[in-house]
C-alpha cells in the first residue's frame, strides 16, 4: 500500500542521513587528524617509501569519506580540488615547521590517493548493490 511505501522511503531516508552524519563527522575528524599529524614534528628518520604510502591512503581515505559525507556534491570538481589544495597548503605550511619540509613527492603521493579512490569508486559502486547480502527473516 501507500502508507508502507511511505515508511519503508522514509526509513531509507532516515538510514541515509544517518551514514551522511557519520560520514561527516568521519571525515571532519579524519582532516583534523591529518592536519595534527602533519603539522607536529615528525618523530625520528625520515620514513622514505612508507611515508608516500601513508600519504597515499590518506588522502585515498580523505576522499572516500568526503565522497560519502556530501554525496550530492561533484566529486571532479569540488572534493578533489579541494583536497588537492588541502594537500599543498599543509605542504606549503611543512616549509615553515623546523623538521619539517615541502615535499612534490607528498603531493604526488597525495594526487595518487585521489586518482585510486576515482579508479576503485566506479568498481565499487558496480559491485556492492550485486552483493548476495543475507536477508533479515
Do not use: W
Amino acid at each position: 500500500s501507500v502508507i508502507s511505501l511511505a515508511k519503508n522511503i522514509g526509513t531509507a531516508i532516515q538510514v541515509s542521513n544517518y551514514i551522511v552524519y557519520i560520514a561527516k563527522l568521519l571525515f571532519y575528524s579524519a582532516l583534523a587528524v591529518t592536519a595534527f599529524m602533519a603539522f607536529t614534528p615528525p618523530d625520528g628518520d625520515g620514513q622514505g617509501h612508507r611515508d608516500k604510502v601513508v600519504h597515499l591512503l590518506a588522502f585515498f581515505t580523505l576522499l572516500l569519506l568526503f565522497d560519502c559525507a556530501y554525496p550530492l556534491v561533484k566529486i571532479y570538481c569540488t572534493k578533489v580540488n579541494l583536497l588537492l589544495i588541502f594537500g599543498s597548503m599543509i605542504e606549503t605550511i611543512q616549509y615553515f615547521i623546523p623538521g619539517r619540509e615541502f615535499s612534490l613527492l607528498d603531493i604526488l603521493a597525495n594526487s595518487i590517493g585521489l586518482i585510486a579512490y576515482l579508479t576503485a569508486r566506479p568498481l565499487c559502486i558496480f559491485l556492492i548493490p550485486r552483493l548476495d547480502f543475507p536477508k533479515k527473516p
